[in-house]
């Protein structure tokens, strides 16, 4: 299993992301720890974690506390190791997803269908307070054709850190 785990952390001095190893972790609580030593003193804290390019999952810290976490489909927990890793805790069901009004489109643009077979679990506000709403998440994780890597460089990008991730891809 291929996966790409990006931490982007928000200090006094702005965004900072680095590449995470997950694959000695044994639990959640290890993720979340190394998530933490990438700056201890972050105001905020993000994984994103792609898997496969089909599974895409959200961790967040403020402050070094207050996991939260959200699965782009229920189905990766099943699936694979780091899938029951991240998400096997996860108890509550994120909302279904809506159409793609949220999105920006322009009139005469096509928008894609949602997928019908992702079951989205977790907290899907948990980047609400940063700009993408829960809303807009679930669109975004539900619309045909986006792999997780759009969806976190999207994200990214709104949130403000879309450069520091998308040069950790690169590297």
């Known amino acids: 299993m291929s996966y790409f785990a990006a931490a982007a952390v928000r200090g006094p001095k702005g965004w900072a992301a680095a590449e995470l190893d997950l694959s000695a972790a044994a639990d959640v609580e290890e993720v979340a720890d ?5 700056d201890p ?8 974690v792609e898997s496969d390019d ?9 402050q070094g506390e207050d996991l939260r976490i959200f699965g782009s489909d229920s189905v990766f927990a099943e699936e694979s190791r780091l899938g029951a890793l991240l998400l096997g805790e996860v108890e509550a069901p994120a909302l279904e997803i809506a159409g793609t009004d949220e999105l920006a ?7 894609p269908a949602a997928e019908p077979d992702v079951d989205p679990v977790g907290d899907a506000d948990l ?5 993408v709403s829960a809303h807009r998440l679930l669109t975004l994780c539900g619309r045909e054709g986006m792999l997780p890597a759009d969806v976190t460089a999207e ?9 520091e991730v998308e040069e950790l ?3």
Do not use: H, K, N, W
Request: net charge negative; proline share 2%.
């Open 169 to 171: 891809r690169e590297s």
């Open 127 to 131: 980047l609400a307070d940063l700009g």
């Open 105 to 111: 489109v322009e009139p005469d643009e096509e928008v």
């Open 41 to 48: 003193d972050a105001e905020v804290s993000l994984l994103f």
């Open 155 to 163: 994200v990214c990008q709104t949130l403000g850190c879309g450069d």
């Open 54 to 62: 089909a599974y895409l999952v959200i961790m967040r810290l403020d």
């Open 34 to 38: 190394l998530l933490r030593d990438v």
